[in-house]
């Protein structure tokens, strides 16, 4: 036996053969396994089917790291191990088969640059680390790499968001919050700037250097230090590079990777010119289709948010971190374009979307965010086995992979979750540009059914805020019933309303009639109204709910309430959590109206939902002089505002002229519902 400190030779000699054994063993059942993958090869030949099942891969990795677990082994080396296992055992199916790496199996990636770009050389890092050789879509602007994915020319892109010196790539985090990808993986790249140059270039003969503007930031203390030295501004590093071996002038020199001197020719005058040393671009790898990590991977989850405009709103958010035991890892905030009052925060934590705490997290935060916005979850850099008391039993998250946006919805029993009283017990109040809709105060939104003019527009809005209203209202793009009616003014008449709505301090609220006009409305409007024609169209609905303004949804006229609360539920998942309902009259057998005002909807939603209910009695009555009564009711029932159309002149107008209330009527039906006047322009 050894004593205490010194070990006995014997012993040592003993474990070096034991362990010269297993690993004999190791090597038989590799080549054993090797011999199974040519069989599996043979057999996909004669039934011609591809040679890489993504999906059967991650399945099966992630088996191997639950009984690697088991074994008390690290998921991290398992993870490694596996992946080399798979990716020799694909080589040698693929050379079976007579395929090469080009194959259709073989991934393409967009970048922005050429190659020895620094997206090039992440891109290089991120795919090594996997055993796969991508070929690339080389495009000029991130722009135009997101596009490259989303018209499936690239099966990802691989885009810079954040460097250690110059901070938030914007550019990108904008490209990327319109593009509806998500993120799949990241990757830290080491960027080594040098200034480059063509044979007999020297740093003191310099007169101009080409460069990306990353570049100038990285690198500004040395560019500081050069006298008479010119800098011309280049979308590329790589190619400002290539541009100067062109050009062949030795006062001209780039800054680029060592890389790009070597591809094209160059020179490396001086490297390490950055002002920090350690200088890391992260970059994310993005895709069209969500990534299933492999349970017991450790991984990150990116997601955006707005938290609304109140005192606490973002420390409320992150406590929800903080109490789930949820590490962040990243917080980005960006401007909202159009809505200088808010920002957008791009968060990064860890934790996969398939654990049922992070789905606790998406659950409280869409009960107090304004918009969220699931980007993706993804294997960290650094797979650090994840703590066993998170583990969750394996297979049920499957389902999750086609979740683009919040909470997923598996078991729920009627179509929607996010709008349910079970999911957020208290009602949401919406509050817009100063005015609060769902709170304890009954609002009015009234105006024209249509923006005809100036004047008309100019009357109407006088009214609604002199009678004391809220809202104004107008449509602008019209959806009529015949295409010889009176369309709407479209963006003309947009302007004259957010006009008429400044000039008397009224938010506005206007229908949005297709998907491509959600932006351009939104830039505009307060609201964003989805008619009753277009209650279940699921491509307007999806775009409202990528937008950042509040939509009054209009009960479709032949919709059920379930119906209607799963088309706010698209909204809802897609993001915006600011969703009103509005009752507008329902078809029946009845023809003395033009539609039954379905006032029960008021109670039943309220059973149902935390949203806001709007009752809209002049599309339910198509007579002015039904929609005071109605208008009354709808306040008794506990409608959270009333909508109804007025008009200076009903008898001239260009659309539903009979059910518009006359401006003395509604200052008449105002006093009725007791509101107080207000005195004159506010705005
Ligand atoms: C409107 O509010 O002008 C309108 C067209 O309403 P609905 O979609 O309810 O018919
Ligand atoms: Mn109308």
Redesign the pocket.
């Known amino acids: 036996m050894s004593t205490n400190n010194e070990p006995h030779e014997d012993d040592i000699a003993q474990i070096r053969d034991d362990i010269d054994r297993v690993d004999s063993e190791i090597l038989k059942l590799l080549a054993e396994r090797k011999a199974f993958s040519l069989r599996m090869a043979r057999e996909k030949g004669l039934h011609a089917r591809p040679s890489r099942d993504m999906s059967r891969e991650e399945d099966l990795i992630s088996d191997r790291i639950n009984s690697g677990m088991s074994h008390d082994l690290d998921s991290g080396l398992v993870n490694r191990v596996w992946r080399e296992i798979i990716n020799d055992s694909v080589r040698v199916q693929q050379e079976f088969l007579g395929r090469s790496e080009s194959t259709p199996d073989a991934i393409t990636v967009a970048i922005q640059g050429i190659d020895g770009s620094y997206s090039h050389l992440a891109s290089q890092q991120y795919f090594d680390a996997k055993g796969i050789t991508p070929s690339y879509v080389r495009s000029s602007t991130f722009a135009e790499a997101i596009r490259a994915v989303q018209e499936g020319n690239a099966d990802v892109a691989v885009l810079p968001v954040e460097n250690t010196t110059s901070g938030a790539i914007s550019e990108v985090y904008d490209a990327l919050l319109d593009s509806q990808l998500h993120f799949v993986g990241d990757v830290r790249f080491r960027v080594r700037h040098c200034l480059l140059g063509v044979a007999g270039a020297s740093v003191e003969g310099l007169r101009r250097i080409y460069c990306h503007p990353q570049a100038v930031t990285q690198c500004s203390e040395f560019l500081a230090g050069l006298d008479r030295v010119e800098l011309v501004y280049f979308s590329d590093t790589a190619l400002s590079g290539k541009r100067i071996g062109e050009m062949n002038d030795p006062t001209v020199a780039a800054i680029a990777s060592e890389e790009a001197a070597r591809l094209y020719g160059l020179d490396i005058l001086k490297t390490g010119i950055a002002n920090q040393e350690e200088n890391y671009t992260r970059f994310v790898v993005v895709s069209a289709q969500p990534a299933q990590v492999p349970e017991g991977v450790e991984s990150k989850t990116s997601i955006v948010m707005a938290v609304g405009n109140h005192p606490g709103a973002l420390m409320d958010a992150l406590a929800v971190f903080r109490e789930a035991d949820i590490n962040l890892v990243m917080l980005e905030s960006r401007p909202i374009p159009h809505n200088p009052r808010e920002e957008l925060f791009y968060l990064d934590f860890d934790g996969n979307i398939s654990d049922p705490v992070v789905q606790s997290v998406f659950d409280s935060l869409t009960k107090q965010l304004r918009f969220l916005r699931i980007l993706g979850s993804y294997p960290s850099r650094d797979l650090r086995p994840r703590p066993l008391e998170r583990d969750v039993a394996r297979g049920e998250p499957k389902g999750l992979s086609a979740v683009t946006a919040v909470s997923p919805a598996t078991g729920i029993p009627k179509g929607y979750k996010l709008g349910s009283r079970v999911h957020k017990p208290h009602n949401t109040v919406i509050e817009v540009a100063g005015v609060k809709v769902g709170g304890d105060e009954m609002i009015m939104i009234a105006g024209p ?2 923006v005809e003019s100036w004047d008309q527009v100019m009357a109407a809005a006088k009214a609604v805020k002199e009678a004391g209203g809220s809202i104004l ?1 107008g ?1 602008c793009f ?2 009529r019933s015949s295409p010889y009616s009176f369309q709407g003014l479209g963006y003309e008449g947009l302007e004259m309303l957010v006009e008429a709505g400044k000039a008397y301090g009224l938010p506005v609220v206007t ?1 949005v009639l297709s998907p491509e006009d959600v932006d351009g409305v939104a830039k505009k409007a307060d609201i964003l ?7 279940q169209n699921f491509s307007l609905l999806n775009a409202a709910g990528r937008a950042h303004r509040p939509v009054l949804l ?2 479709g ?1 032949s919709s059920s309430l379930e119906e209607l609360l799963q088309a706010a539920e698209y909204i809802l998942a897609g993001g915006n959590q600011q969703v009103m309902l ?1 009752e ?2 329902i078809r029946t057998f009845e023809t003395s109206t033009r539609n039954t005002l379905d006032l029960s909807a008021v109670p039943v939603l309220r059973r149902h939902t935390h949203l806001p209910i709007i009752v ?1 009695p ?2 339910a009555a198509g007579d002015r002089d039904l929609v005071a009564p109605l208008a009354l009711a709808a306040q008794a029932i506990g409608a959270d505002g009333i ?1 109804v ?1 007025i008009h200076p002149n009903p008898e001239e107008a260009l ?2 002229g009979p059910q518009s209330l006359r401006l003395d009527q509604f200052e008449n039906l105002m006093g009725a519902l007791g509101f107080a006047p207000s005195p004159g322009k506010a705005g």
């Open positions: 059914c249509a209202r449509g019209k959806p229908e109204q989805i008619g009753a024609r277009n209650m209009k009960r006229m509005c507008r009259g809209d002049s599309h909508m159309e659309s539903d």
